[in-house]
C-alpha cells in the first residue's frame, strides 16, 4: 500500500498506482458491502419465504431468526468475543499482535470465579478476572516490548501458560478441572422496551452485555478521537515518525496492550460469571472464542464497531443453528463453528485485503 | 549579529572510522546553506550531530552564539531546529493534518479530546503564511511525493522550527517538484528562516543555496559563494585530487565488440528516468569507463546492463544476442562477470563463510554443481583458490563473510568474478572503501583481464581511477553520456566542466576529445525533448 506513493515521481506510474489504490481501495469497501449487502438480502428473501410458506424449512428458519431468543443467545454467546476482539484491536493497532487473547479470556474466567467464590461478589470477581488478564498481558508486553521476543511465540506462550495453568489451579484448589457454581448477577431489564417484539432482547440482559456496549463506544471514540488513539495508530503504522514527533512508542505499546488484557479480562471474566462456573476439561469453556475473537477484528477491519458486528454476525449463525437444533432441523455444530475461520480466510486471501498495521510484528528501537 | 548555527571543530568517530575530522560550519540567519559532497563524504553524520542523534566526540553547537548539547531530537527539536529526512518519518493512513500535529495535537474538553477544527485551522494558517499548496484532509497516501515532503516541512514549523535541515530533498522529487521546493525554501528564508540542505548535487547546491560548503571524507575543504563559484570549482572540491595512483595502461589490443547498448533507458524506483537514452559498446581488451557525480544513472545503467532492472526502452546485445530481458542466469552463463558496487548488499551473503559465498553465481554451474547436487569438495577447492590467488585475509575457507574487512571481501568478491572466465567484466565502484594496497591490486587484475582479452565497463567516481584504467571515458550526467573522451588526452580540469554537465563543442572548439562521441548534438536536442515530455507528464500527474 505505501509503495505507491513512493513510486509516484513519474506522472504515469503515479496514475497507475493511483487508479490501482483506488481500486483496492474501492474492493475493500464494496466487499464489506456485499457481504452486509447479501447478508441483508439472504435474511429478507427467508423472512419473505417463511411468511408465505409458513410451514416450509424456510418458514422454521424465519422464525429461528425472528425469535428473541436468537438475539439474547447472539448477544451472550458474543460478549465475551467482541471483549477480546476490542483488546486485539487496541494491542495490534498500536505495533504488537496479540493472538494470546484466548489465554486471557481463560485466565480471567477462572480467576472471576475463584474471586467471586472466596468473596462471594460477583462483581469483585469480574475486578478478579480483569485483574488476573491483565498481570498475565503486562508479562506478554514486557517479553514482547521490552525483551523483544518474537510477538507469535510469546502470544502463543501466553495461550499455553493460560491452558495448563487455569484447569491445574481448579484442581488444586477444588480437586477438579470445573469449579463450583457461584451466584451469578440477574439480568437488567429495561422497563417497556424489553418488552418490544424481538429487539426486546437488547433490553433485558446480562450486565455485562451493557458493559460490551459502553467498551464498543468507547474504544471508537478513542480511536477516532483522542489523542492517544491517534498515537496507537501512528505507533503500529510508523513508529519512527512517533517517535521523532517526540512521543514514546515503547509508551504507547505498553499501555495499548495492557488495555487489551482488561478488556479480554471483562470478557473472560463476564463468560464465566454469566454461567457461575469455570470449566477447564479439554480446550476449556472457552474454547478458541480469543481465536475467533481475532478473525472478528480482522473482518470488522480493526474498527471497533466493525469487529462487533462481527462477532454478531458468528454468534447470531451459532445461536441459529441451537434454535434450530431445538426445532429437530440438526445442522451440525461443527461446521457452524468453522465458519468465522472460512470466511475469514476467503475475505483476507482472496478479496478483502483487510489492511494489517505497516509496523505490526516488528520491535521498535529508538536509534540514538 | 550572531550567525544561526555555528559548529565548532566537530570531530565524529565511529568504531574505525571518523565520520567527521574537525570541521567548522558557520551558517547565517535567514539564508541556505548547502552541504555538498560526495556518498560517504559526512554531511549526513554532520547533520544528526546538529540534531542531537550522535553526540560529537568533540567540539561544539552553538545556536545564536549559545553553546547547545542535545542528548535527543527532543532537545534538538525544542531549540528551534527541524530535520526533514530523506525518508519522510509520515503515517501514510493518516490526514496532513493528522500528521503535521502528531504528538502535539492541540486538545479540547480538558485533553479528552483532540481538537479537530482546531488543528486543521492552524495548519491552513501555517501552509498560507509560507504559500505552500497542501490539502490539510488527504491522505499522506493519496498525495505526490513533493506534497509529503511539505508536509514534513510543515510538520517541523509546527513545532516552531527555525533552522529547518533537509537531508537529500530533491533524491525523491521530480524536476517540477524540485523547483517547488526551491520557491518554497526562497519564501522560508524570506521570512527568517534559515535553511541547511545536503546534497551531492552541483547544480541544485548553486541554485538553491546562498553559500556552499563541501565536504570529502569526513573534512570540510572549503566554503563558497554560490553566487561567484563556478561548477567545476565545486566539482574539483568534491573529487579532489586524490593520491595519484600511477597507473600504467598502457595500450592493448582491442577485438570485438563484447557488449553494447543502444539509446537505453532506464527509470529507477521512483519511476523517474535514470538513464535516458544512452548507447555504447564495449570491446575485448578495452576498458570502458563512465565517471561522474554519483547518482548520474551510473547505477541504474549497470543494473540493466547486468540484468538486475529492466530497461524501459532500448536494447541491450551481449556476445552478439540480444539480452535487453535476459535472466542474471543467462548472462552469467554467457560470461558476463559483476562486481556490484555494494559489496554487502549484493556482492556476498555476510551470514556465509567463504566456501559457500564462492559458489555464489556458480550454484546452477556444470563445475561446481553438475545435476543439482554441489560438490562441497570443488566448492572448497574452490574457494580456496580464490583466497590464494587474490591474497584474500585471513585465508581461511570457514571464515564467515561479515569477519573479513571491507577490503578483503571485496578482493574475494572480485576473485570469485573474475575466476569465472568472463568475456565481460561489469565493475562499479571496485575499489570504494578498499585500503590503498587492495585497490591496486584490484588495479592490476583488472588491466591483466584487459589484457586477456576481455572486455571491461568500469563505473567509478573516483575520477583518478577511471582516468588511469579507462581505454575510454564516458562522463554521465543526469542520465546521459555528456561526452566520450580520450582519458590520456583530457585533463581533470575538463574532465570536471563534463561532469557538471557542461557539453562540449561551441567556442571551446570541442576538439580535445579524441574518443568517438556518441552524444552528438542530434541527441542533446531529443534529450530536450525528453526532459519537456518528462514535465509535462509531471504536470499531468499532479492534476491527476
Known amino acids: 500500500m505505501s509503495d505507491a506513493p513512493a513510486d509516484g515521481a513519474d506522472a504515469d506510474a503515479d496514475i497507475a498506482a493511483g487508479n490501482d489504490e483506488s481500486g483496492s481501495f474501492f474492493d475493500r469497501y464494496t466487499t464489506r458491502a456485499l457481504v452486509a449487502g447479501a447478508t441483508v438480502a439472504a435474511v429478507v428473501a427467508l423472512l419473505l419465504a417463511g411468511l408465505l410458506f409458513p410451514d416450509s424449512l424456510a418458514g422454521t428458519l424465519a422464525d429461528a431468526l425472528t425469535s428473541e431468543n436468537t438475539l439474547a443467545a447472539a448477544l451472550r454467546l458474543s460478549v465475551p468475543i467482541a471483549f477480546a476482539a476490542l483488546g486485539g ?7 504488537v499482535i496479540n493472538i494470546g487473547l484466548e489465554g486471557l479470556l481463560i485466565i480471567s474466567a477462572f480467576s472471576a470465579i475463584y474471586v467471586a467464590d472466596l468473596t462471594g461478589g460477583v462483581w469483585v470477581g469480574f475486578a478478579g478476572g480483569v ?126 496492550v495492557l488495555i487489551s488484557g482488561v478488556l479480554a479480562g471483562m470478557g473472560g471474566a463476564a463468560l464465566s460469571l454469566d454461567l457461575g462456573q469455570f470449566t477447564g476439561n479439554g480446550p476449556t469453556m472457552v474454547n478458541g472464542k480469543g481465536f475467533i475473537a481475532i478473525v472478528a477484528y480482522l473482518f470488522g477491519n480493526y474498527n471497533p464497531v466493525g469487529a462487533f458486528l462481527s462477532t454478531m454476525l458468528f454468534a447470531g449463525l451459532d445461536a441459529v443453528q441451537t434454535v434450530l437444533q431445538l426445532q429437530g432441523i440438526g445442522i451440525p455444530r461443527q461446521l457452524i463453528r468453522i465458519t468465522p475461520f472460512v470466511i475469514v480466510i476467503v475475505v483476507l486471501a482472496l478479496v478483502g485485503r483487510t489492511r494489517l498495521p505497516e509496523a505490526a510484528g516488528e520491535h521498535y528501537e529508538t536509534e540514538e | 549579529m550572531a550567525s544561526a548555527v555555528h559548529l565548532d571543530g566537530i570531530t565524529k568517530r565511529f568504531p574505525g ?60 527539536i525544542d531549540a528551534g531546529i527541524g530535520m526533514i529526512h530523506q525518508h519522510f518519518m509520515l503515517v501514510d493512513p493518516m490526514t496532513v493534518t493528522e500528521n503535521i500535529t502528531l504528538g502535539s495535537e492541540p486538545r479540547k474538553w480538558g485533553g479528552l479530546a ?28 493519496d498525495v505526490s511525493v513533493g506534497e509529503q515532503q511539505r508536509v514534513e516541512i510543515l510538520k517541523a514549523l509546527y513545532r516552531g522550527a527555525d533552522t529547518l535541515i533537509l537531508d537529500e530533498p530533491t533524491a525523491v522529487l521530480t524536476p517540477q517538484e524540485v523547483d517547488e521546493l526551491f520557491e518554497v525554501l526562497d519564501e522560508l528564508t524570506a521570512q527568517g528562516k534559515t535553511i541547511i540542505f545536503i546534497t551531492h548535487k552541483l547544480g541544485e547546491a548553486m541554485r538553491a543555496a546562498d553559500e556552499i560548503s563541501v565536504l570529502r571524507d569526513g573534512r570540510k575543504v572549503g566554503t563558497v559563494e554560490a553566487a561567484t563559484t563556478t561548477q567545476e570549482e565545486l566539482a574539483e572540491l568534491m573529487v579532489g585530487r586524490e593520491v595519484l595512483l600511477d597507473i600504467d595502461h598502457g595500450t592493448a589490443e582491442t577485438g570485438e565488440v563484447v557488449a553494447s547498448a543502444s539509446e537505453v533507458v532506464v527509470e529507477d524506483d521512483r519511476g523517474v528516468r535514470a538513464v535516458d537514452g544512452v548507447s555504447f559498446d564495449v570491446r575485448g581488451g578495452e576498458v570502458f569507463g563512465i565517471a561522474g557525480v554519483d547518482g548520474n544513472g551510473q547505477s541504474e545503467l549497470v543494473e540493466a546492463v547486468t540484468g538486475l532492472r529492466t530497461p524501459d526502452a532500448g536494447e541491450i546485445r551481449f556476445r552478439g544476442e540480444d539480452v535487453t530481458t535476459a535472466s542474471r542466469r543467462d548472462r552469467i552463463e ?117 589484457e586477456q582479452g576481455v572486455a571491461v565497463l568500469l563505473v567509478s567516481s573516483k575520477l583518478e581511477e577511471v582516468r588511469g584504467l579507462s581505454d575510454r571515458l564516458a562522463v554521465a550526467y543526469e542520465g546521459e553520456f555528456v561526452d566520450v573522451v580520450d582519458p590520456d588526452e583530457t585533463t581533470e580540469e575538463e574532465l570536471g566542466l563534463l561532469m557538471a554537465g557542461e557539453r562540449p563543442g561551441g567556442d571551446d572548439g570541442g576538439d580535445e576529445g579524441g574518443g568517438p562521441a556518441t552524444t552528438g548534438d542530434g541527441d542533446a536536442d531529443e534529450a530536450e525533448r525528453n526532459a519537456a515530455a518528462d514535465l509535462a507528464d509531471a504536470a499531468d500527474g499532479e492534476r491527476a
Open chain 1, 89 to 95: 484491536i487496541f494491542a495490534e493497532k498500536s505495533g
Open chain 1, 131 to 256: 485483574v488476573a488478564s491483565t498481570l498475565l498481558a503486562a508479562l506478554f508486553a514486557v517479553v514482547t516490548i521490552g525483551f523483544r521476543a518474537d510477538q507469535i511465540i510469546a502470544g502463543l506462550a501466553v495461550w499455553l501458560i493460560a491452558l495448563g495453568l487455569a484447569p491445574f489451579a481448579s484442581q488444586v484448589i477444588y480437586g477438579s478441572p470445573n469449579t463450583p457454581t457461584v451466584a451469578t448477577s440477574p439480568s437488567i431489564t429495561v422497563p417497556v422496551l424489553a418488552d418490544l417484539p424481538f429487539f426486546g432482547a437488547l433490553f433485558s440482559a446480562s450486565p455485562s452485555v451493557y458493559l460490551l456496549f459502553a467498551a464498543v463506544a468507547g474504544s471508537w471514540y478513542v480511536f477516532e478521537r483522542t489523542a492517544f488513539g491517534r498515537w496507537i495508530r501512528a505507533s503500529g503504522e510508523n513508529p519512527k515518525a512517533l517517535d521523532t514527533a517526540g512521543v514514546s512508542v515503547t509508551r504507547v505499546r505498553y499501555a495499548a
Open chain 2, 17 to 76: 572510522v571518523v565520520a567527521n575530522d574537525d570541521v567548522d560550519l558557520t551558517v547565517e540567519r535567514g539564508t541556505v546553506h548547502a552541504l555538498l559532497g560526495e556518498n560517504g563524504a559526512g554531511k549526513t553524520t554532520l547533520m544528526n550531530v546538529l540534531y542531537g542523534l550522535y553526540e560529537p566526540t568533540s567540539g561544539t553547537v552553538r545556536l545564536d552564539g549559545e553553546p547547545h548539547a542535545f542528548d535527543s531530537p527532543r532537545d534538538a
Open chain 2, 114 to 141: 483532540v481538537d479537530r477544527a482546531g488543528a486543521r485551522e492552524a495548519v491552513v494558517e501555517l501552509a498560507d503564511r509560507y504559500g505552500f499548496d497542501v490539502d490539510p484532509d488527504a491522505r499522506i497516501e
Open chain 2, 334 to 450: 554467457a560470461g558476463m562477470a559483476y562486481v556490484p558496487e555494494d559489496r554487502q548488499e549484493r556482492g556476498l551473503v555476510m551470514e556465509f563463510d567463504l566456501v559457500e559465498n564462492g559458489l555464489l553465481g556458480s550454484q546452477h554451474g556444470r563445475e561446481l554443481a553438475a545435476n543439482g547436487r554441489i560438490d562441497w569438495a570443488k566448492t572448497r577447492g574452490h574457494a580456496e583458490a580464490i583466497i590464494d590467488e587474490y591474497d584474500v585475509r585471513p585465508p581461511d575457507a570457514d571464515a564467515g563473510a561479515e569477519s573479513l574487512s571491507g577490503g578483503n571481501q571485496q578482493k574475494f568478491i572480485v576473485g570469485r568474478e573474475f575466476e569465472r572466465d568472463p568475456e565481460l567484466v561489469v565493475a562499479s565502484h571496485p575499489t570504494r572503501g578498499v585500503d590503498v594496497g587492495s585497490i591496486e591490486f584490484i588495479h592490476e587484475r583488472l588491466l591483466e583481464l584487459r
